[in-house]
Nanobody, 124 residues
Framework: VQLVESGGGSVQAGGSLRLSCAYS???????MGWFRQAPGKEREAVAA????????YYPDSVKGRFTISQDNAWSTLYLQMNSLNPEDTAMYYC????????????????????WGQGTQVTVS
């Protein structure tokens, strides 16, 4: 599967952005996630969705502010980000893995084997 992110940019604190990840190679049971990495920091998960059951997962740092979703054509993954703050500044990546993934692992970056190139989000 190929993943291409878009939608990043610069926004003021309190603002919103919606990231998109276009993907090819339809398969009904991908687990897909959004991750971010800021300079000098480790990569962290911000959202995941398992297409098999539609379950969504968020870390506490973004819960209530970020929403992961996908379109009905199963070709685009979204990340709606609201109430952004400077700590959200990072490169954001879309990731995918084919097949079933246990719920407890869906926010783990090391299980994903397909990654996009990333899109930069800067909050000031």
């Amino acid at each position: 599967v190929q993943l291409v992110e878009s939608g990043g940019g610069s926004v003021q604190a309190g603002g919103s952005l919606r990231l998109s990840c276009a993907y090819s190679g339809y398969y009904s049971r991908y687990c897909m996630g959004w991750f971010r990495q800021a300079p000098g920091k480790e990569r962290e998960a911000v959202a995941a969705i398992y297409q098999g059951d539609g379950g969504t997962y968020y870390p506490d740092s973004v819960k209530g502010r970020f929403t992961i979703s996908q379109d009905n054509a199963w070709s685009t993954l979204y990340l709606q980000m609201n109430s952004l703050n400077p700590e959200d500044t990072a490169m954001y990546y879309c990731a995918a893995i084919k097949g079933w993934v246990s719920a407890g692992r869906r926010l783990r970056g090391d299980i994903y084997n397909h990654w996009g190139q990333g899109t930069q989000v800067t909050v000031s």
